[in-house]
């Protein structure tokens, strides 16, 4: 299993960024594909998650209405869409896969710097 998440930057409060994560190395569609971030000093966080099929998705509450999940089957991608973010949103964040959405998923890939200045 390998996940590629890209995507990350510097942003100004109220900006917006895409994260994507490629996946490889197992049946996309029978995964779900999750976000976690980690900010120094602070636990790890569940962003969001999404399972292609049957099209279950997840966000955590402090990233619902702002963050937007999705999948591109054919390019074993998902990208997280980012938008009026906080910086409370500043974190590494990681994407991760597993059989179903979890806290706690099995496989991880490097994380990506989202840093947000206010």
């Known amino acids: 299993v390998q996940l590629q998440a890209s995507g990350g930057g510097l942003v100004q409060s109220g900006g917006s960024l895409r994260l994507s994560c490629v996946a490889s190395g197992f049946t996309f569609d029978d995964h779900a594909i999750g976000w976690f971030r980690q900010a120094p000093g602070k636990e790890r966080e569940e962003v969001s998650c999404?399972?292609?099929?049957?099209?279950?998705?997840y966000y955590a509450p402090s990233v619902r209405g702002r963050f937007t999940i999705s999948s591109d089957s054919a390019k074993s991608t998902v990208y997280l869409q980012m938008d009026d973010l906080k910086p409370e949103d500043t974190a590494v964040y990681y994407c991760?896969?597993?059989?179903?959405?979890?806290?706690?998923?099995?496989?991880w890939g490097q994380g990506t710097q989202v840093t947000v200045s206010s």
């Open positions: 991760t896969a597993d059989w179903f959405c979890t806290s706690t998923p099995s496989d």
């Open positions: 999404i399972r292609s099929n049957p099209g279950t998705t």
